[in-house]
């Protein structure tokens, strides 16, 4: 087989799999606090006919190799978490994160995952979840007619109560981080799951060692670029298409070897 054609079709599969990248960081460009996706590449392996500085004769080296690539391969796809832009809704139960961190929830299985996504809700029973209905770690209860509910920058939840006419505080926000956010699994649902990669959580409150501060009535958007996006498929299709170019140069070349023998 003419090795040109294996080359080829590995930059075919790796230009694949970039615009899989793009087209679903152009389809979460209004999630919340989405966060984009960037494809990996390297190099495979080298045929060497001859390494750099080999000997040549008994006089002389070789100042440059004979080294035949042999095509590219994909090696991971890496979570930018560069924060979204800070979208104003004036809606009670909205929480942006202004820097880094993560909230917590617990799943329906009771482990722990983590969001940027601060569109919170109140259940019947007064307990503050996610939009998927998945309850915030540390667990905040309201009581019920609480009135002009304030979210500090610190996390600090106050609100006037029945009975009482000043605010009282009712509960504490608080965010984690990570050694390493990259490592982090991706499990749907605008959250994620710590790995081995990630580090352990690091639980803190907004504001101090490194974390974000919260701003109240607001979202993050997603940190998707629409027109980096449009730019980078354009080059994917570029390549896609001089890529499969390639095969078929190839294959006309093999099959004029084969008839001219």
Aim: no cysteine; hydrophobic share 40%.
């Amino acid at each position: 087989m003419n090795p040109a054609l294996w080359i080829s079709k590995t930059g075919l599969a790796a230009q694949d799999a970039k615009m899989t990248a793009i087209s679903n960081n152009l389809a979460n460009v209004n999630t919340t606090g989405f966060k984009r996706d960037r494809a990996m590449f390297a190099d495979l392996f080298y045929q060497n006919q001859r390494t750099p500085g080999g000997q040549l004769d008994q006089n002389n080296i070789a100042p440059t190799g004979i080294q035949y690539g042999t095509g590219v391969k994909i090696v991971g796809t890496q979570k930018e978490f560069t924060v979204g832009s800070i979208q104003n809704t004036g809606q009670t139960f909205d929480v942006a994160i202004t820097g880094q961190g993560f909230f917590q929830v617990e799943t329906a299985d009771g482990d722990i995952a983590y969001t940027r996504a601060g569109n919170f809700q109140k259940t019947p029973d007064g307990v503050l979840t996610n939009a998927q209905g998945l309850p915030l770690v540390p667990q905040i209860e309201l009581p019920e007619n609480v009135k002009d509910l304030q979210i500090g920058k610190d996390g600090t939840i106050t609100a006037t109560v029945a009975g009482e006419t000043d605010p009282v505080e009712l509960g504490q926000l608080t965010l984690v981080n990570f050694v390493n956010p990259a490592g982090l699994e991706a499990i749907g649902g605008n959250l994620y799951r710590e790995t081995a990669a990630s580090g352990e959580a690091v639980e803190g409150v907004p504001g101090e060692d490194a974390l974000g501060q919260l701003e109240q009535g607001s979202l993050e958007g997603s940190n998707v670029q629409v027109v980096e996006e449009m730019v980078d498929m354009i080059t994917v299709q570029r390549a896609y298409e001089m890529n499969a170019k390639m095969v078929s140069a190839a294959d006309d070349m093999l099959k004029f070897v084969t008839q001219s023998m």
